[in-house]
């Protein structure tokens, strides 16, 4: 069975540009979460899908990020325009049932560095 | 707030025993986890706990004591590939997850 999948795995971008990143879940797994960790802090809670719906985005930051999930399989994160304090990995996890009481499964992260 | 506190960091030789602590001050609680990451690499689960007392998987073993509002990690055996940082995490029903700053253990021949 393939792991969390994300896309890029690094990305270099100027202050003021945009940046797309993706992520593919585990096949099957209607929970999808985004994750940031900043600068070697812990690990920020942004975003929640169950399938294509947004069940929980309390922990985006501000409008100029962007998530979707169309059709409730990968998921695609959007920056724009990028400011520096964006910079850090960003984590997509994925569980089947919700992760409260379960295993969540974690991608590798895109690590962003906004210049 | 929400806010979870653990050691930044922690060393230990190869063979021992080490315990990593956490407690936690969160609005809701339904279960406490534990995260390992490895340098550039991805948080993978460890373990689980919702109710009190001690729970074990090989190796690891995690405690649970809710009216203190603290656990831990207990790492036995120590080996060189134990040296990661571990994340404790709070999951509080009906909203999301809390992560703590994370424990980075170094573990020496």
């Known amino acids: 069975e393939a792991g969390v999948t994300q896309f890029p795995s690094h990305s270099v971008i100027e202050k003021g540009q945009t940046v797309t990143l993706r992520c593919d879940p585990i096949?099957?797994?209607?929970?999808l979460y985004w994750y940031r960790r900043v600068m070697g802090k812990e690990i920020k809670f942004l975003l929640h899908?169950?399938?294509?719906?947004?069940?929980?985005e309390s922990g985006m930051p501000n409008n100029r990020f962007l998530a979707e999930r169309t059709g409730g399989t990968y998921s695609t994160l959007k920056v724009q325009p990028a400011e520096l304090e964006d910079s850090g990995v960003y984590f997509c996890?994925?569980?089947?049932?919700?992760?409260?009481?379960?295993?969540?499964?974690f991608g590798p992260g895109t690590r962003l560095t906004v210049l | 707030g929400q806010s979870l506190e653990q050691p930044s960091e922690v060393t230990a030789v190869e063979g021992a025993i080490v315990q990593i602590n956490c407690t936690y001050q969160t609005s809701g609680f339904y279960g406490l986890s534990w995260y390992q990451q490895h340098d550039g690499g991805a948080p993978t689960f460890l373990s689980y706990?919702?109710?009190?007392g001690l729970e074990e998987t090989g190796r690891f073993s995690s405690f649970l004591s809710r009216s203190d509002s603290y656990g831990y990690l207990l790492l036995q055996e120590l080996q060189m590939k134990d040296s990661a940082s571990y994340f404790c995490a709070v999951s509080r029903y009906g909203q999301n997850f809390v992560f703590g700053p994370g424990t980075r253990l170094s573990v020496l021949p």
């Open positions: 096949s099957g797994h209607d929970n």
């Open positions: 706990n919702a109710l009190d």
């Open positions: 899908f169950v399938k294509e719906s947004k069940q929980d």
């Open positions: 996890a994925s569980s089947q049932e919700w992760a409260g009481n379960n295993e969540q499964f």
